[in-house]
C-alpha cells in the first residue's frame, strides 16, 4: 500500500518537527486524481499540522509551507517537493511506484487497503448491527431496501476491519397491528389462500380488517381483545401467532437471498414482552416511572421535571410499548453478546425514537448507552414498476431483472451465457445498491429506473460492466503473459493515473470506516472504473511486446481485484460476464 511512501514522507517530516512518525503518517494523504494526468501523489496540509500542535503558530500557513518545504529533501522515495495552497506535495519515485502498489495488490489480495498503518490504532471488538427489521405478517415492503441494504454494507465493513459481527433482523412481530390482523383473519381468513400465497393473504387480511375498524368499534375491540389474549399467552391465539411468524421469515428469506444478505438471528419484538414488564418495574424502583392523568406510565425527559418532554412507556392497560420492548432488547443484548457497538439502522422518522431510547438507558444508569448509535437514511421517492407505484421489494428486484435481461439481449457487447437470468439478477441489485449510495445517506432521493440501468455513467451496471470486461482480458490473454514483472513498463500516464488512484483505496475505507457514509466508496469505484476504461482503450495488452503486456495484464488483475474488493463490500456480487 502506500506505507512506504507516507512513513517516508513522514521520517522527514518528524526530524524537522521533533514529532513521532506514526503521529505524522495519517498527516500524509494521497491526491485525489481525475481523468487528466495527475503529476503530484501525496499532499500534507499546514493547517492540519498547526491544528495537531506538530506546528506553532506565528508567520501565515503559506509562510510556514514554504519554510517547512525549503527543509524537506528529495532521495530514493520522494523525487520532487512543491509549495501548494497551504499544502506540501509530494512526487514519488514512479518506478517504485508501480512495483509497491502491484505487490501489495498481489499479496493482500482481499485485505489489500485494510492491512494499513491507517488502521493500526482501529478498535476491533463485538458489534451487532440490527437491519432490515420488517414487520411480519405483511409483504416485504420496498421502504425496508434502504434498511437492508445500508445495514448489510455496514456489517460488511465492520468485519472486513476485523470486528466479530452479529447481524441482527429484530422483526416488527407484535403489538397492536397483530390485534388487529389476528381479529380480522379469525373473521375472514382463509388457510386455503393462506397456503397458496401466504403474506399476500395476510396482507389482504389485514388492510381488510384497518378498513373495517375505521367504522365498526366491535372489529377495534376484537383486535385489543386478541392483542390481550396474545400478551397473556393464550395457547390457540399463540399458535396462530407463531404461524404468521414462520411463514413470514420463510417469505423473506427468499428475498434477502436474492440481495445476498443473511443474519446470525431473527430477535424480534415478541421475545422482550415479559422483559419489557421487568423494565417497567425497574424503572419504576428507580423512581423514573411517572403516572398521566390518562394512567400512562412514562419516562420524563424534560430539563425541568415537569412532563413537558416524556416518553411512553405502557399503556393504561398494563401493556407495553414499542419503546419499552426497545429498552428491554439493548439491556438483553448487553448480558448476552457484552458488546462493544450496537448500530441501529432505520430511516430518519425513528430518529426521535432512538433519541429517547438512549436518553431512557442513561437515566436507568447504563454507561455503555455510548456504544449505541443510530445510522438514519432518507426516503426513496417515485419508485414505480410498470404496473404503477410499487409497494413490494420483490416487485422491484423482479423488474430490475426483467429490464437488465432486455437491455442485455439488446447489447451487441452481450455474450453468450450459462444463466442470463442470474447475471441480470446480480447486475440489477448492483444497480440498486449504487443509485441507492450514491448520496449521503439521510437524503431523500428520486428513483428512475433509466437512469438507474445506464450501462454508462454513475451506475452499477457500469461498474459490474467494468468488471467483467477486466475479467474477460484475463481470460484472453492470460496464456500470453510471463511471470516476472517489470515496473518500467507501468509508466505510461494512463497507467501512472489507475496507480495513484489504487495507492488511495486505504484512505478511502479509512474514510468510510470513520462516518459509515458509502458514498466514499462508491465514488472512488466509480472513478477507478473510468479510469480504467480510458487505460483499456490506450495500454493495449493483446500484441504488445511480452514483458509490456505482462505489466499491463497484472496492473488490469489488480485493478479488477480491488473493484470486486470494493463491490463486495457494498453488498455486490461481482460478474465475470456479461
Known amino acids: 500500500m502506500a506505507c512506504l511512501f507516507r512513513r ?49 503558530f506565528g508567520s501565515t500557513v503559506q509562510s510556514q509551507a514554504r519554510q517547512l518545504s525549503a527543509q524537506l529533501t528529495c532521495d530514493d522515495v520522494v523525487t520532487e517537493i512543491a509549495v501548494g495552497k497551504g499544502t ?61 441494504i445500508i445495514g448489510n454494507f455496514i456489517a460488511n465493513l465492520k468485519q472486513a476491519l476485523g470486528n466479530d459481527v452479529i447481524r441482527i433482523n429484530y422483526l416488527g412481530d407484535w403489538g397492536m397491528q397483530f390485534g388487529l390482523l389476528g381479529a380480522g383473519f379469525q373473521l375472514f381468513g382463509s388457510e386455503v389462500k393462506l397456503k397458496a400465497n401466504p403474506l ?99 419516562v420524563d425527559l424534560s430539563a425541568n421535571d415537569d412532563l413537558s418532554v416524556y416518553a411512553k412507556m405502557v399503556r393504561c392497560d398494563g401493556t407495553s410499548l414499542y419503546l419499552t420492548r426497545d429498552v428491554a432488547a439493548a439491556v438483553d443484548r448487553m448480558k448476552e453478546y457484552n458488546f462493544d457497538q450496537l448500530i441501529y439502522v432505520t430511516d430518519k422518522q425513528q430518529c426521535t425514537h432512538f433519541q ?32 404503477g407505484d410499487v409497494v413490494f421489494l420483490e416487485d422491484v428486484l423482479n423488474e430490475a431483472r426483467l429490464r437488465m435481461l432486455q437491455n442485455m439481449a439488446a447489447s451487441r457487447t452481450t455474450k453468450d451465457l450459462e444463466d442470463p437470468e442470474d447475471t441480470a439478477e446480480k447486475v440489477g441489485v448492483a444497480a440498486l445498491i449504487i443509485q441507492d449510495f450514491k448520496g449521503p445517506l439521510l437524503s431523500d432521493y428520486d428513483f428512475d429506473w433509466d437512469r438507474v440501468l445506464q450501462s454508462q455513467g454513475d451506475t452499477g451496471v457500469f461498474l459490474q460492466y467494468t468488471h467483467a470486461r477486466l475479467c474477460s482480458l484475463q481470460r484472453t490473454c492470460q496464456n500470453d503473459v510471463q ?81 470486486a474488493n470494493g463491490m463486495k463490500l457494498l453488498g455486490i456480487t461481482p460478474v465475470e460476464k456479461m
Open 8 to 56: 517516508s514522507i513522514a521520517a522527514q517530516l518528524s526530524r524537522i518537527l521533533g514529532t513521532s512518525t506514526e503521529k505524522l503518517i495519517p498527516m500524509v494523504s494521497a491526491v485525489p486524481v481525475s481523468k487528466k494526468q495527475q503529476t503530484l501523489d501525496f499532499r500534507v496540509s499546514v493547517s492540519s499540522l498547526l491544528a495537531d500542535g506538530c506546528l506553532k
Open 356 to 387: 429517547q431510547l438512549f436518553e431512557i438507558l442513561k437515566l436507568m444508569g447504563y454507561n455503555w448507552t455510548e456504544r449505541c448509535q443510530h445510522v438514519p437514511f432518507g426516503l426513496v421517492k417515485g419508485m414505480k414498476t410498470r404496473k
Open 88 to 148: 506540501i506535495n509530494f512526487k514519488v519515485n514512479r518506478s517504485l511506484l508501480a512495483e509497491i502498489v502491484m505487490q501489495e495488490i498481489s499479496k493482500k489480495g482481499s485485505k489489500y487497503g485494510i492491512e494499513s498503518e491507517l488502521f493500526q490504532d482501529y478498535p476491533c471488538g463485538r458489534v451487532i448491527v440490527e437491519f432490515s427489521s420488517p414487520n411480519i405478517a405483511k409483504k416485504f415492503h420496498a421502504g425496508h431496501l434502504r434498511s437492508t
Open 483 to 563: 511471470v516476472q514483472f517489470n515496473p518500467a513498463y507501468l509508466q505510461d500516464p494512463q497507467a501512472i493515473t489507475l496507480l495513484q488512484h489504487l495507492l488511495r483505496y486505504d484512505e478511502v475505507l479509512y474514510q468510510v470506516s470513520e462516518d459509515l457514509q458509502p458514498k466514499h466508496l462508491v465514488n472512488y469505484l466509480i472513478m477507478l472504473s473510468r479510469l480504467a476504461s480510458i487505460a483499456h482503450r490506450t495500454l493495449h495488452v493483446k500484441g504488445s511486446l511480452p514483458k509490456v503486456a505482462t505489466a499491463r495484464f497484472l496492473l488490469f488483475k489488480g485493478t479488477a481485484s480491488v473493484l
Open 200 to 298: 399476500q393473504h395476510l396482507f389482504e387480511v389485514y388492510v381488510e380488517a384497518n378498513k373495517m375498524a375505521e367504522n365498526d368499534e366491535d372489529i377495534q375491540k376484537a383486535a385489543q381483545v386478541f392483542f390481550k389474549k396474545l400478551e397473556g399467552g393464550d395457547k390457540h391465539t399463540l399458535s396462530l401467532w407463531k404461524e404468521f411468524r414462520s411463514i413470514s421469515i420463510e417469505e423473506y428469506e427468499k428475498i434477502y437471498q436474492r440481495l445476498g444478505v443473511h443474519f446470525d438471528e431473527y430477535s424480534g419484538e415478541s421475545l422482550y414482552q415479559e422483559k419489557a414488564q421487568e423494565v417497567l418495574w425497574l424503572m419504576d424502583q428507580k423512581g423514573l416511572l411517572k403516572k398521566t392523568k390518562q394512567g400512562t406510565g412514562v
